[in-house]
C-alpha cells in the first residue's frame, strides 16, 4: 500500500547526499542539440535547472543556437558555410547570429525558467556582456592563416554580474557571443564559451548536454558507453579516431576545464527526460564524467580564462 510512497521517499534520501554537496556551488550547464529544438526535452531540464537553483545549487546555462540560426539565415536567403567545423561569420551573418542567439533563444529559455517557477535573467550584449575574446584566425592546410570573419574565442569572463545573480537566486543565461576589445561582437563557439565560463567561476561541475548517451567506444552501438575517463584516456581515444570530428572540441574543452581547477566535467544525453537530476542527484548518473584520476595531483589554476573582478 506505501510502497510507492516510500520508493519516492527513498529517491529523496539518495539525493540529499548531492544536495548537501553541491549547496552553494556553480554547475555550469552547456545547452546545445536537438533538445533546443524539442519542446518537451527543453522544458524537462529547464525544470530540472528549476529545482537545482531551489535547492540551492548555483547553476548557470551557457547556450548556442546552431539549428536556429541555420533556418534564419535560409529565410534571409543566406547559405552558411562551415569552416574547419566553424561558422563563417560575416556582417550579414552576425548580425543573425547577435538577433537569433541573444533576441530569440536567449530570451526563449529565460521566459520558460521563469515559467516553470524559476527566475533567470539573460547575459549579453543587449543587457550585460560577461563574454570577452579575441578574433580566432585558423591554421590553413597551406600554412597561411583562415580569416573566419566575426569568429572569436573567449579569453575573459566578467564573473560578478553572474555571481551575483546566483546568490540572489536568479540563473544567469548566457548565449556563445563574445565582445572584442573594439566592442566588436564575435561569434564564438558554444562548448568552449561554457567551460571558459566554468573555468573563471571554478565551477564543481560542467555538464554538455548532446545528443548522444555520452562517449561511445563504438559509435554505432549506444550500449558502448565510456562512464568514467581520465584526460590521458580522451588523448588516447583521439589519437585512436574513437573520438572525432565534433567530439574533439567538446573532449578538448573537459581537459582545458578540468587542468583549470573544475573538479568534474560531463557529457550526457539531453534528450533524456531529466537527465540533469539523474547525474547530478542519483548515485547511478548517467553519460560519460571526465574527471582526474584519485592519484593526479591537485590542479594549479592554470587557466587560460582570466576572470574580470
Known sequence: MHEEAIRKADVLIEALGYIRKFHGRFTVIKLGGSVMEDPESL?????????MQTVG????????????IDSAMKRAGLEPRKVQGRRYTDDATLEIVARVLAEEVNADITRHINKYGGRAQGLHHKTHPCLYG????LPGSDGHPIDLGHVGEVDEVDTPPIENLCLAGVVPVLPSLAEADDG???????????AAVAMALEADKLVFLTD?????ADRNDPTSLLRTLSPADCRDLIARGVIDKGMI????????????????????DGRLRHALLIEIFTDQGIGTEITLPPTAPE????????ARH
Open 212 to 216: 548522444t548517451p555520452g562517449i561511445l
Open 57 to 68: 545549487m548555483r547553476p548557470v546555462v551557457v547556450h548556442g543556437g546552431g539549428k536556429a
Open 43 to 51: 522544458r524537462a531540464l529547464l525544470i530540472d535547472v528549476v529545482f
Open 134 to 137: 579575441h578574433k580566432l584566425m
Open 184 to 194: 566588436s561582437l564575435l561569434n564564438v563557439n558554444a562548448d568552449t564559451a561554457a
Open 299 to 306: 590542479a594549479q589554476a592554470r587557466k587560460p580564462v582570466t
Open 249 to 268: 572540441p567538446k573532449v578538448e574543452a573537459c581537459m582545458a576545464c578540468l587542468d583549470a581547477g573544475v573538479k568534474k566535467v560531463h557529457i550526457i
